[in-house]
T-cell receptor
Framework: DAGVTQSPTHLIKTRGQQVTLRCSPK?????VSWYQQALGQGPQFIFQ???????QRGNFPDRFSGHQFPNYSSELNVNALLLGDSALYLC????????????FGQGTRLTVV | GESVGLHLPTLSVQEGDNSIINCAYS??????FIWYKQESGKGPQFIID?????DKRQGQRVTVLLNKTVKHLSLQIAATQPGDSAVYFC????????????FGEGTQLTVNP
């Protein structure tokens, strides 16, 4: 079992550009959540997808959007990138019968210059 | 809303000693609390969780204590090893929110040989 996989691991973008990050959940998991982790801080919840729909959303602007595919994989899109969007973006997968045990990927380190 | 914070940003212990990492939460909305370990360059790794109706839960070398009276929880690591060096986060979650986690800022644990 490969666990939660994210791609790419690192990328550099310019202000104003758009970025797409990808996540494949752990086998057997149907729920995917995305988090933003600034340096030296705890992860902040962005949104959660289940059955291809956004079920919950944190306090993030509409520039942050996502998608979940029928195979439960997910994408995070960020438009009009700002310097402050530089962070580690984490994907977590879980299943409804064990919601406390979310498994995280290694993250995508996004740098906006 | 729920907020979760930690008492100390850093903790340094000698190998073989027991470690205690503390966490406070602001209200009683969470149905359970989870401790995560995050090593450099990796995503958070699930350690142990505890439901809000419990006072104590033990795992392998770890014990989590929950004091609802003072809204405080702690993670005790027995016989701390160099491999335990990492940032530790506590997180709260509601049963109805699935794997939407509210993280604190983390404690950097350093184990000295």
């Amino acid at each position: 079992d490969a666990g939660v996989t994210q791609s790419p691991t690192h990328l550099i973008k310019t202000r104003g550009q758009q970025v797409t990050l990808r996540c494949s959940p752990k086998s057997g998991h149907d729920t995917v959540s995305w988090y933003q982790q600034a340096l030296g801080q705890g992860p902040q919840f962005i949104f959660q997808y289940y059955e291809e729909e956004e079920r919950q959303r944190g306090n993030f602007p509409d520039r942050f959007s996502g998608h979940q595919f029928p195979n439960y994989s997910s994408e995070l899109n960020v438009n009009a990138l700002l310097l402050g969007d530089s962070a580690l973006y984490l994907c977590a997968s879980s299943s409804l019968d064990r919601v406390a045990e979310a498994f995280f990927g290694q993250g995508t380190r996004l740098t906006v210059v | 809303g729920e907020s979760v914070g930690l008492h100390l940003p850093t903790l340094s212990v000698q190998e073989g000693d027991n470690s205690i990492i503390n966490c406070a939460y602001s209200n009683s909305a969470s149905d359970y609390f989870i401790w995560y370990k995050q090593e450099s360059g990796k995503g958070p790794q699930f350690i142990i969780d505890i439901r809000s109706n419990m006072d104590k839960r033990q795992g392998q070398r770890v014990t989590v204590l929950l004091n609802k009276t003072v809204k405080h929880l702690s993670l005790q690591i027995a016989a701390t090893q160099p491999g335990d060096s990492a940032v530790y986060f506590c997180a709260g979650a509601k049963e109805t929110s699935g794997s939407r986690l509210t993280f604190g800022e983390g404690t950097q644990l350093t184990v000295n040989p």
